[in-house]
Nanobody, 112 residues
């Protein structure tokens, strides 16, 4: 059974940092590009970042470029998203996903 389990969300003040994790199981993690997306309250789904299967190539949406860093540990089957300089507009449910499945999401709230 494919499972993607996000963790690391929470409440943080503007300017703060969080690191999200996504533990993958049930498929060959190293075969797939992995990505993060988010959905803010009342808005549609937004792609945030992606990383190739080896981890050597990454991409970001303009809204997070320079503030977020995606990475993966293929030995641990885990995807990460380091989020710095967080803004209230970053408030959303964050999902990890790949070609064949999505996680359940983790809430990130940026507020003073």
């Amino acid at each position: 059974e494919v499972q993607l389990v996000e963790s690391g969300g929470g409440l943080v003040q503007p300017g703060g940092s969080l690191r999200l994790s996504c533990a993958a199981s049930g498929f060959t993690f190293t075969n797939y590009v992995m990505s993060w997306a988010r959905q803010a309250p009342g808005k549609g789904l937004e792609w945030v970042s992606g990383i190739n299967n080896g981890g050597g190539s990454t991409d970001y949406s303009d809204s997070v470029k320079g503030r977020f860093t995606i990475s993966r540990d293929n030995a641990k089957n885990t995807l990460y998203l380091q989020m710095n300089s967080l803004k209230p507009d970053d408030t959303a449910v964050y999902y990890c996903f790949y070609l064949e499945g999505w996680g359940q999401g983790t809430q990130v709230t940026v507020s003073s």
